[in-house]
């Protein structure tokens, strides 16, 4: 089958389409012919070793497509059932997936729509439901506003009854952010986060901040947060945050959460709530998807560069 390996960590550039051998379900799993994959900023960590990982290794974490067999111990899945995935190894026309990391899709949810919201959505809601629950009339800071989970993350919040401010780095950005939830668009070429921040809600800072980008919005974050606020850092689009003295926190009571997404699908209960509440979000018409471009399998090294420049908003997917 084709897949996307890297042997060697580092740039796009070691992004290899080649051939490999088709995986095998055994007694427990289950192998899906992937239609649509997510492509998701943690798959550059995969590639770069931000993440480590072992090499060679077939990047991706996300897909949406149909169960092609089924291992003698698997009960809850047939050959042929539609499904999205998130685990590993994605990138490639065939994936194994152990059953707890798949969901089986209703007619009316296409491949592109699931491998679009899961990952991402799903991060969002979360986010926003348990890291810290948001509430009518919250002021709340998004960074990366017009990114793929910024932009479920302003509708998610909007949807909550809060006022998103959320932060982008152009005016094409600010325009799409606003389209889709935040009220307000700070652009950090232009302006100082903290201070419109502190303009917007009378010197008190957000209630919640959420922040994707890391390394080079953190401090932002825990200025632009009010007293007894909550900043949950969840990603390194910038780099990693380096470490801190908690002592810090005590300055206004603030909430620290560092959360991935895998620890809030550690059971089929739990697959089954975030997922069912996600899916309501979407029929209800509550969040949109927005596909930046649906690239070809043998593509993704573009895509990673893409994502990486800042130019993209929304989602990026590959089809197999
Ligand atoms: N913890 C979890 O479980 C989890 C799950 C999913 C995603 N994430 C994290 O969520 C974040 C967003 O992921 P995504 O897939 O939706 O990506 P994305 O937001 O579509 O892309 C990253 C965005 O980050 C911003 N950015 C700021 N500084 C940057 C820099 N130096 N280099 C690159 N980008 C920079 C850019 O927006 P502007 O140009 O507008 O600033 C860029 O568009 C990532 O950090 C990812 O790791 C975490």
């Known amino acids: 089958m084709n897949a996307v390996v890297v042997e060697k960590h580092g740039g796009p550039e070691v992004l290899q389409y080649k051939q490999v051998p088709i995986p095998k379900a055994d007694q427990k799993n289950l192998v899906i012919r992937n239609h649509i994959i997510g492509v998701n900023y943690i798959d550059t960590y995969h590639r770069s070793g931000l993440y480590p990982l072992p090499t060679p290794l077939v990047v991706g974490k996300e897909s949406a497509g149909e169960v092609v067999e ?30 707890i990391s798949v969901v089986k899709l209703s007619d009316n949810v296409s491949y592109e729509t699931a491998a679009a919201s899961v990952l991402q959505g799903l991060t969002a809601w979360t986010m926003v439901r348990d890291g810290y629950p948001v509430k009518k009339g919250d002021y709340i800071l ?34 799409i952010a606003l389209e889709n939830g935040a009220e307000f668009v700070i652009n950090t070429n232009e302006e100082n986060t903290v201070e419109r921040v502190n303009e917007i809600t009378g010197g008190l800072g957000c209630h919640a901040v959420l922040d994707g ?17 909550t900043v949950i850092s969840f990603g390194n689009a910038s780099g990693t945050v380096p470490p801190i003295n908690i002592a810090i926190l005590s300055k206004k009571n603030v909430k620290l959460m560092r959360p991935a997404l895998y620890n809030y699908l550690g059971s089929r209960e739990e697959v089954n709530k975030w997922f069912g509440e996600l899916w309501e979000l979407l029929e209800a018409g509550h969040i949109k998807i927005h596909i930046h471009k649906i690239y070809d399998l043998k593509d993704a090294k573009q895509a990673h560069l893409d994502i990486e420049s800042r130019k993209t908003t929304g989602k990026l997917l590959l089809k197999a």
């Open 213 to 229: 980008v890391g390394k080079a919005t953190f401090s932002d974050s825990l200025e632009a947060v009010r007293r007894l606020g």
């Open 142 to 175: 998004v960074h990366a506003a017009a990114g793929g989970v910024g932009l479920l993350l302003c509708q998610m919040c909007k949807h909550l009854g809060a006022h998103v401010i959320g932060t982008v780095s152009s005016n094409e950005k600010a325009k």
């Open 70 to 99: 089924v291992g003698p111990g698997v009960t809850n899945f047939k050959v042929g059932d539609r499904v999205v995935y998130l685990g590993g190894d994605t990138y490639a026309e065939y994936s194994k997936a152990e059953p």
